[in-house]
């Protein structure tokens, strides 16, 4: 049975960076599939954020690339992501997600990350 | 804004039939997955692909698309079934992830 679970900081002050982890486990990263980052914002639906294959090859929402990194640590089973210069339209549950192409099939149960100073 | 559009409420009496739908030129080339969200937990895929089922899905949710509309359908929908439900599939460059804006449920 795959499980992700996120963990970091629950509190982000404005113009700081953002970072989260996602431990995988039932199930090798280095197996193959994509890994991704997904938030939602209070009161508004989904938005996907970033996703990795298990060897470093990234893509991203392009209204967040300028400030989103994704990456993969295989040997620890983790990916992990940074949202540098927050503000409070960062505020949002993030999901970390398997991705089969376009498909998320399995998610982690969602971190909330609040911005304020 | 989203690249998939989907109507932000509908209703639908206990045991009747619903159709969710979600539109965007996209569509005409990439599947549609759907999404079930209740609150506080994290999403459900219900669809995937148009129209496959995961294990653990009642048979009463279908998915279809024609042309760039997707629709989820529940047939005789339940009470358990209120909830938001998403559409995603890729942008219109084929090289992102993109959601609609969600469609909330209610069982009446």
């Known amino acids: 049975q795959v499980q992700l679970q996120e963990s970091g900081p629950g509190l982000v002050k404005p113009s700081a960076t953002l970072s989260l982890t996602c431990t995988v486990s039932?199930?090798?990263?280095?197996?193959?599939?994509?890994w991704g980052w997904i938030r939602k914002p209070p009161g508004k639906g989904l938005e996907y954020i970033a996703n990795?294959?298990?060897?470093?090859?990234?893509y991203y929402n392009p209204s967040l690339q300028t400030r989103v990194t994704i990456s993969v640590d295989t040997s620890k089973n983790q990916f992990s992501l940074e949202v540098r210069s927050v503000t409070a339209a960062d505020t949002a549950v993030y999901y970390c997600?398997?991705?089969?192409?376009?498909?998320?099939?399995?998610w982690g149960q969602g971190t909330l990350v609040t911005v304020s100073s | 804004s989203s690249e998939l559009t989907q109507d932000p409420a509908v209703s639908v009496a206990l045991g009747q039939t619903v159709r969710i739908t979600c539109q965007g030129d996209?569509?005409?080339?990439?599947?549609a997955n759907w999404y079930q969200q209740k609150p506080g937990q994290a999403p459900l895929l219900v669809i995937f692909r148009k129209h496959n089922r995961p294990s653990g899905i009642p048979e009463r949710f279908s998915g279809s698309t024609s042309g760039i509309t997707a629709s989820l359908t529940i047939t005789g929908a339940q009470a358990e079934d209120e909830a938001d439900y998403y559409c995603?599939?890729?942008?219109?460059?084929?090289?992102?992830?993109?959601f609609g804006g969600g469609t909330k449920l209610t069982v009446v």
């Open positions: 997600a398997r991705l089969t192409y376009d498909t998320v099939d399995y």
């Open positions: 039932g199930f090798s990263i280095s197996s193959g599939y994509h």
């Open positions: 995603n599939s890729r942008d219109t460059s084929g090289n992102h992830l993109v």
């Open positions: 990795i294959f298990h060897s470093g090859t990234s």
């Open positions: 996209s569509l005409r080339y990439f599947s």
